[in-house]
């Protein structure tokens, strides 16, 4: 337990100051912020390389990183990601308006199945990598073939989280090699992402003339508040607020957190009752807290929003609240993570990185085309960079493509989140992935993967087809 509190606020003050270093270094290196490498990954890396096992090494143990932090920092440090990542995942859908299922099919069908079976690709690709080379010539455990979608789709945030659960399923070098590869698919969505767009201009595929040079910001200033809108705020003095706004959601969060918890009780009991009892097979017992508590946000969001209204919950606040916690659960995994770690599998590291990379280029150049339509560029390109980084790059990528939005491709992009959150890169099946491949062995997890890759293709595809012969009819182009 983390009782000392001494150290917990110096772990705490050591990751907040180094944000700040990392913003300054943004400012002033102009190459951070056009490879659009976050402020947290910085800070992350600038403790990693200042810690025992970069600078300690270098001198010898003479000037050691661990002498100047004590040790029961970085034990709080290990900590931390599996704490946040749930008030992370909590906040995914709080104070969002939730569409109903026909409302976000009809809207982006393609979208949605092209997504999937990007995700469901990358654990094909992982598992099979693993059963046909990784295991046989690197003895790497079968359950590292949930890797890629883990790191990829995933990003930081879940690699990190998902620690308790590598020790559960005997690969605690997991997370180090997780967090590594995370680290690879982000600056390889921005480096990888602007040659293909170049690429896709030089082939008219976009407006060449349209394509902004990387920019940090993407999200544009919010319109000014009218006269009415000011009238109808809410006041914000203490007199007005029977609680405060901070404390208010901070509640919302725990109560989300609290729903998932008691969610994640039930099921273990559920398993031990059933198949799990008597020395039967384990899965759920090592499903983390944080895909639940993601469905007990869902849950407080269903009932504010149907008997107490949606002005209860301000989306911004909560993207604050979910953005401070994420920022310090990427410095802490960061700053922890084990070089030696990534060293000794170096083989399959690499190997699960390429394998990621050229799987997500493969989707973006071959499925796409069949699947999304004459816009196909544009509407593909923020998934890839979603599936290598994470989806700020995948944001930024579409903004550089297609900076006017012509595509429609950014609300499209946004309804898929509804359908794809929920299941993969960091939803239950990515929590799932592994405890499954351990139980019940690599082949039919693979099995299942292709089946529903092969499912999402087809969908798609069919899909396009309908889109197409609705535009022909309506004589916007051929079939």
Request: proline content about 7%.
């Amino acid at each position: 337990m983390l009782t000392d509190f001494g150290t917990i606020s110096a772990a705490l003050a050591i990751v907040w100051v180094m944000l700040i270093v990392s913003k300054y270094l943004r400012w002033r290196l102009a190459v951070l912020a056009r490879l659009f490498i976050p402020g947290s990954v910085i800070a992350g890396f600038i403790l990693m390389f200042a810690g025992p096992e970069v600078a300690g090494a270098i001198f010898d143990g003479e000037t050691r990183f661990g002498s100047l932090v004590p040790e029961g920092v970085y034990g709080i440090w290990r900590e931390l990601p599996a704490l946040l990542i749930n008030v992370v995942f909590a906040g995914l859908f709080l104070g969002k308006i939730i569409p109903g299922p026909g409302q976000i099919w009809r809207r982006a069908g393609p979208v949605i199945a092209y997504g999937q079976a990007i995700a469901w690709g990358q654990y094909v690709v992982g598992i099979g990598l693993v059963v046909l080379l990784l295991t046989p010539f690197y003895a790497t455990p079968p359950v590292a073939g949930a890797l890629i979608e883990i790191s990829f789709e995933g990003g930081h945030g879940t690699a990190a989280g998902l620690g308790p659960t590598f020790e559960h399923v005997d690969f605690a070098a997991g997370t180090d090699l997780a967090l590594g590869l995370a680290t690879i698919g982000l600056v390889g969505s921005v480096l990888i992402g602007l040659v293909l767009i170049n690429w896709a201009a030089r082939r008219g595929l976009v407006d060449p003339s349209g394509i902004r040079a990387p920019t940090p910001e993407l999200h544009p200033d919010p319109p000014a508040d009218t006269t009415e809108q000011l009238a109808n705020r809410p006041a914000t003095t203490d007199a007005a607020q029977p609680i405060d706004p901070m404390s208010l959601h901070l509640g919302l969060f725990a109560l989300a957190i609290a729903i998932g918890w008691g969610l994640h009780r039930l099921l273990i009991l559920l398993e031990e009752s059933t198949w799990g009892g008597e020395g039967g097979t384990t899965v759920l017992a090592y499903l983390p807290l944080f895909p639940l508590a993601m469905l007990g946000g869902v849950a407080v969001q269903i009932v504010v929003s149907r008997y107490i209204g949606m002005g209860l919950v301000d989306r911004a606040l909560v993207n604050r609240i979910s953005g401070a916690a994420l920022d310090i659960l990427i410095v802490a995994a960061l700053a922890t993570l084990s070089l030696s770690a990534i060293h000794e599998n170096l083989g399959p590291f690499v190997w699960l990185a390429l394998g990621g990379i050229a799987w997500n280029v493969f989707a973006l150049l071959v499925l796409a085309p069949r699947m999304l339509g004459p816009d196909w560029f544009a509407q593909g390109i923020p998934h890839f960079g979603q599936a290598m980084g994470m989806t700020v790059s995948g944001l930024m990528l579409f903004r550089i493509a297609d900076p006017e939005n012509r595509s429609g491709g950014l609300e499209n992009f946004g309804y898929k989140q509804l359908f794809f959150a929920p299941i993969v890169g960091g939803g239950l099946f990515t929590a799932a992935a592994m405890p499954l491949i351990f139980a019940f062995g690599p082949w039919p997890v693979l099995i299942l993967t292709s089946l529903l890759l092969a499912i999402w293709i087809r969908v798609g595809y069919r899909l396009a087809l309908k889109d197409a012969a609705a535009s022909a009819e309506l004589g916007e182009g051929p079939v």
